[in-house]
């Protein structure tokens, strides 16, 4: 069983990987093997902490339906658009940190 720390921990790591494209919560949910609901509220949570920037908005691979790409990796972060301001509750835009 995955506590809330480690699970939070997994999708860290994940999201610091080099993919220039980003995840999707539910990429997120089957690469870990986590319920697509914890990853949301570990995504939310490190979302709070300024630790997670969308790369783009498109179609998740998984579901066919739209869907925000996530990163942590600062490298990747770095490259986004100057539109990625550390601005919270602002829509999720392609290079926006939440």
């Not at 993919?19 to 089957?30: D, F, L, S, V």
């Not at 066919?64 to 601005?87: D, G, H, Q, W, Y």
Request: proline share 6%.
């Amino acid at each position: 069983m995955n506590t809330k720390l480690t699970q939070q921990t997994q999708v860290l790591r994940l999201l610091e990987s080099p993919n220039p494209n980003g995840y999707t919560r539910m990429q997120i949910a089957r690469c870990l093997g986590i319920e697509r609901a914890s990853v949301c509220r570990r995504v939310a949570e490190l979302r709070d902490l300024g630790l997670i920037w969308v790369v783009k908005v498109g179609l998740d691979p998984i579901t066919n339906e739209r869907a925000s790409f996530l990163t942590a990796n600062k490298m990747i972060a770095m490259t986004l658009p100057p539109s990625a301001k550390i601005v919270k509750n602002k829509p999720e835009e392609t290079g926006c940190l939440f």
